[in-house]
């Protein structure tokens, strides 16, 4: 579970990408270019589709989500094609798991774990954070609750932010708790994990780290799309899917 207070960034960055190809990551070990010259879609063009199917139409959620960063309750959840959720938020920076971090509220564990049982390293594994239960106790949930979704751990995502686009998987939850440093529960949206943010080009720091507004989080659903690996290879299990999973979307939306 996650839990820690979260300094907004000075300046909300523009959600906009100004290069028509991917960025898969900072780390060139983890950048298939092969597989980037291959994809049929740029990232500027899917994300363009999803902003285009982020309508009141599609929005899946009937009371808004909580930016995790600006604690705004504006976020909504759209499913922009088949089996495929989109939302729009900050991102606050979550340093769970068994990398050691010198955060006060770093907690040892993550919801889910790899293919091994051992749990998530943030500052290894590209994670993403959705809300461990529906907060509302009820069915349907009126707020975007993985679970009926079929969404379960280490589900395939797009993150977005301004010129790049990277490959991520869920990893952890965020719920209420009784520590006095959090003010977090289960209707926020926006938290991802230190390598996450580094792949994105965020200030990744789990304290002082993270940006208000300008990411876009887009879930693949369906066991097709869950991401097998242990901590030593996820991340580059992700990126490896992030052309399969931009021609597919671009080819849903009809783009």
């Known amino acids: 579970m996650t839990s820690r207070t979260r300094l907004a960034a000075a300046t909300a960055a523009a959600l906009t990408l100004v290069t028509p190809f991917a960025v898969k990551s900072a780390d060139a070990a983890t950048t298939n270019t092969t597989a980037q010259a291959e994809a049929t879609y740029t990232p500027a063009q899917v994300l363009a589709g999803v902003k285009k199917n982020s309508t009141t139409a599609h929005k899946v ?78 069915s349907p949930c009126p707020h975007f609750f993985y679970k009926e979704h079929n969404i379960k751990g280490r589900q395939f995502a797009l993150m977005f932010y301004k010129s790049k686009v990277i490959g991520a998987i869920f990893g952890d939850t965020q719920t209420g708790n009784n520590q006095t440093t959090s003010d977090n529960d289960s209707r926020e949206l926006g938290e991802a994990s230190v390598k996450s943010a580094s792949l994105l080009g965020i200030p990744s720091s789990g304290t002082t780290g993270g940006v208000d507004n ?5 879930i693949f ?35």
């Open 61 to 138: 959620n009937s009371k808004p989500h909580i930016n995790t960063m600006t604690r705004s309750q504006n976020v909504n959840v759209y499913q922009v094609a088949t089996g495929v959720y989109a939302y729009s938020s900050g991102l606050a920076v979550d340093d769970d798991g068994s990398d050691p971090d010198p955060d006060p509220d770093h907690q040892g564990q993550t919801t889910f774990q790899d293919s091994n049982g051992k749990q998530l390293a943030a500052h290894h594994v590209p994670f993403y954070v959705l809300g461990d239960d529906c907060y509302d106790r009820k």
């Open 214 to 218: 300008g990411v876009t989080v887009v």
């Open 221 to 255: 659903s369906g066991s097709s799309w869950v991401v097998n690996g242990t901590n030593s290879n996820l991340n580059s299990n992700a990126q490896a899917l992030v052309d399969k999973a931009l021609n597919s979307l671009g080819a849903s939306m009809g783009l």
